[in-house]
């Protein structure tokens, strides 16, 4: 499987610890040496531009992970196109993004059918703070990329946080329990 802005690899590592073949492409080559820090030598890792055209065959996997990617690109059409290429035939998806009615609200824009970028400031753990740029598309823009780049949606989920985190992080679990800040697809290369 392609694990697509695998980042320091943690989906990556679980996805091996339960037996998967895993290839990691990310953008960042810092997160891309964690990564190979957590997941060893063998692993193959690429730095990979996911706007770009992908550097791997034709049917080359049969499965696509994107966690927590899409929504820093402008284009969803062209990196999907590709994800549809390097799968076999019948092959899956399984992605998250934000949620575009909370991104929507963050942007401050009143404006949930536009497409646009918009910029988030968080807290780093030092105290300084980042700012953060996403893309916010509506659900129907979504859709048509999907349907445009050759897939089938099976599945569409606004996922509960996991029952530990109440115990966790306790801040976090009532927000997540009441707003929806991520959504998640599973697709089927038609
Ligand atoms: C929020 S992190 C998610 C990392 C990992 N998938 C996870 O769930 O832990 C977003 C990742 O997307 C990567 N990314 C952003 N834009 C990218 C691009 N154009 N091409 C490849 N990776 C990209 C970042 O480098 C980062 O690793």
Redesign the pocket.
Known sequence: ML??????G??AAELIERGADVTG????GD?LAVARERLGPEVPLHR????QPLPFPDDSFGLV?????LH??AEWEPTLREFRRVLVPGGRVVL?THHPFLDFRIAGYDDYLGTYTFTEDWEQPDGRAMSMRFWHRPLRAMLAAFAAAGFHVDDIVEPDPRPEMADTAPRAYWRLTRNAQFLFFSLTAR
Request: with cysteine; aromatic share 4%.
């Open positions: 694990d697509a802005g695998c980042g320091s943690v989906h492409a990310d953008l960042s997160l990979t531009d996911l706007r992970l994107s966690s927590l990617v820093y690109l998250s």
